[in-house]
């Protein structure tokens, strides 16, 4: 379904595309990121974005926008994402296309979601129009990663993130007291703005206990995930932060107990491996995207079973000289470097989203 050629002026319009999806990130999920661009003559005459979830689709935006709405009939619409064919909270924007007379649609990558999967673009073919997919494909796939990982792998996109000392740690190790500060105020910014960007955001037993954290958005605008810790012998007492009932929270758990509102519960079989089945949970709440955020022990659970698809790790400059050795990733994944608010980070990335075929 993929064009072989691909013209330097559709690579410019989709790049601009993606651009436009962006403004989408924190809003649209469960729904994918998408970015529509309409041209005539070489100039552009409309452009719209997915706002939020519900709300109209890109192409929608897009057309609205156009003030002669009589150059649609020849115009190119370019669309990061293949238009959907179905009725979901809105009409198949496929219809639209055809309706208002638009001659050629570019394409950026083909939707995953078993309801379009071609079908958008099939539906524009059988209406005559010219249908041009696979313009920075890659780059496209990348934009939506959570959104294409859920659905093709059914659980969510998996996000590692910690913070370790110039030596390796990432705390010395308590028995109580405070945990150390390895982030800057900045820098705790940055990771409240990545919890926005997240469904849910995951601890583990000790973390919860040791650090008390409430996994809260307070140091930036946007959604709050659903809190996950994991208890398996319900160890934690009902006055921890987590269960203030300020957020949705989700406790995975060996031993039955009864749900309240704002917090659930939920048995898992410790005779099987825990993590598929924690996945397999949220994939059904569809959860498309999990920040796990530690102790060591569970960051570290996740990389071994092969669980995850992108690690941040700040570096501090601070050295602890002893205490919980920071988790280690395989040397077999390259890793890149990124510098913001004067911290370094490293970064992986598991593996690049598949092209379709």
Not at 99 to 105: A, H, L, N, V, Y
Not at 246 to 269: C, I, K, M
Not at 317 to 332: C, D, I, K
Request: net charge positive.
């Amino acid at each position: 379904m993929r064009n072989q050629e691909i013209n330097p002026e559709d690579e410019k319009y989709m790049r601009r595309c993606i651009e436009l999806a962006l403004n989408g990130r924190c809003n649209v999920s469960p729904n994918p990121m998408v970015g529509a661009v309409i041209v005539c003559d070489g100039h552009i005459i409309g452009e719209g974005y997915h706002v939020r979830c519900g709300q109209p689709h890109a192409e929608v935006n897009a057309i609205r926008s156009v003030r002669d709405v009589s150059l649609l009939k020849r115009s190119t619409i370019y669309v990061s994402l293949e238009p959907c064919s179905h009725y979901g909270k809105t009409p198949p924007c496929a219809d639209l296309l055809i309706e208002k007379g638009i001659p050629r649609i570019v394409v950026g990558c083909q939707d995953p979601f078993p309801q379009v999967a071609g079908r958008g673009i099939r539906k524009l073919r059988e209406a005559g129009r010219e249908v041009v997919v696979g313009v920075l494909e890659e780059e496209c796939r990348a934009l939506n990663r959570r959104f294409i990982t859920f659905h093709t792998q059914r659980r969510p996109y998996i996000t590692l993130k910690w913070a370790e000392s110039a030596d390796g740690f990432i705390d010395r190790g308590r028995t109580g007291g405070q945990p150390v500060v390895l982030s800057t105020p900045l820098t705790a910014m940055l990771t409240h703005k990545r919890r926005t960007e997240n469904d849910a955001i995951m601890v583990g037993t000790r973390t919860a206990l040791l650090d008390n954290p409430s996994l809260t958005v307070r140091h930036w605008y946007g959604h709050q995930p659903l809190r996950v810790v994991t208890d398996r012998n319900l160890l934690l007492p009902p006055q921890l932060q987590l269960f203030d009932g300020s957020a949705p929270t989700l406790v995975f758990t060996e031993r039955e107990r009864p749900s309240s509102e704002n917090l659930t519960y939920l048995p898992l079989d410790y005779s099987r491996q825990p993590l598929p089945q924690m996945m397999e949970a949220l994939y059904e709440r569809k959860v498309q995207s999990l920040l796990v955020e530690g102790g060591s022990r569970l960051l570290q659970s996740f990389i071994d079973s092969g669980l995850w698809d992108e690690i941040y790790v700040e570096q501090s400059p601070l050295r602890l000289w002893a205490g919980v050795a920071a988790p280690t990733v395989n040397v077999a994944f390259a890793w890149q470097v990124e510098k913001y608010f004067g911290r370094t980070y490293k970064k992986w990335l598991r593996e690049k989203v598949g092209r379709n075929s």
